[in-house]
């Protein structure tokens, strides 16, 4: 989608970009006024309602168990969206603090953490995600950890990346050599040019995570049932693919509009930052494929 943008003029993207970030501000608007917007509870069951069509109760049916999919639809929004977001800010803070302890501190201190992290990089995160969860058990929070520890990595050597960047640039070295003390490098200096290709980052990945939610959600390691989610109730509805497609193709094609949605506008921010896209658009799964410091790139 975003190739298809490029090739339209700066005015029409500027338009593109707006309907984008207006459609996106609908869906979280939507999502947080779930419990206003939904007709009914999603989690009722009513068997003798079950597998109908769209109506004035209903407006896009009921599932197999009878439970209204407009309002599970609403409330899987406040679901995939707000785990996404409890993700990649987990991942985010983890990863500055550990990119920048690597970065900065150099030495066996870098060589140690970065040779744990290439540990981790040895499998493909969605694996080892899967692996993890099926230790621990299925659940929303497990799933949740192990999607933090094995995309935190990529965080921290994207920051690390650019912490040695930084470290190299004469301002610093100034800094260092007048006694400027660690803390305020960090924070004055350091911090606050490490956010600008975060942003960028976090934009881009959101859209990943929540794949990798429904994905995870979709085989039963997930989010769990009667909760409504994306890729669960795909999950749900798959059994009823021919008879009724409706409950397969309505969460999917929700997932589908949210992720487009957020790339278009992970692009646009990487663009405006004038740095484009730090990412790497992921071949399978997901995850940070480009350190900015020239490394060798890690694909999952």
């Known amino acids: 989608m975003n190739v298809l943008l490029r090739v339209l003029s700066p005015a029409r993207r500027r338009w593109a970009l707006i309907l984008a ?30 597998l109908e069509g769209p109506s004035s109760d209903y ?5 197999q168990l009878g439970r209204c999919l407009l309002s599970r639809l609403l409330y899987g929004t406040q679901v995939s969206l707000g785990l996404a977001l409890l993700i990649v800010s987990s ?3 983890l990863g500055l603090a550990i990119g920048f302890l690597a970065g900065y501190a150099g030495g066996i201190v870098d060589s140690l953490v970065m040779r744990a992290c290439d540990a981790i990089l040895a499998f493909p995160s969605l694996i080892l995600a899967i692996s993890l969860i099926a230790v621990w058990g299925a659940g929303w929070k497990q ?5 933090i520890i094995v995309q935190t990595v990529y965080y921290a050597r994207f920051v690390r990346g650019l912490v040695n960047q930084l470290k190299q ?10 006694g400027t003390s660690p803390f305020r490098m960090m924070s004055r200096h350091i911090v ?13 990945e959101i859209g990943w995570v929540i794949m990798d939610i429904s994905a995870l959600s ?3 390691l997930g989010v769990q049932a009667p909760m409504a989610e994306w890729g669960a109730m795909i999950n749900e509805g798959k059994s009823f693919i021919r008879s009724h497609p409706r409950l397969m193709i309505a969460p999917g094609a929700m997932i589908f509009i949210l992720v487009a949605l957020l790339n278009v506008v992970g692009d646009a ?16 799964t997901s995850g940070l494929l480009e350190t900015a410091n020239k490394e060798v790139s890690h694909e999952r």
């Open 192 to 204: 606050p040019n490490l956010l600008p290709p975060l942003l960028v980052v976090v934009s881009l």
């Open 269 to 284: 921010v990487g663009e405006r930052k004038g740095a484009g896209s730090p990412l790497r658009k992921k071949a399978k």
């Open 59 to 63: 407006p896009l049916g009921t599932d």
């Open 169 to 178: 640039q004469t301002y610093i070295v100034a800094a260092r050599v007048s």
């Open 21 to 50: 970030l207006a459609l996106l501000l609908a869906i979280v608007v939507c999502g947080l006024l779930a419990p206003y917007l939904a007709p009914h509870d999603p989690n009722l069951v009513d068997f003798a309602h079950k």
């Open 143 to 147: 799933m949740a950890v192990a999607l």
């Open 218 to 220: 979709f085989v039963g």
């Open 91 to 93: 991942c985010l803070v």
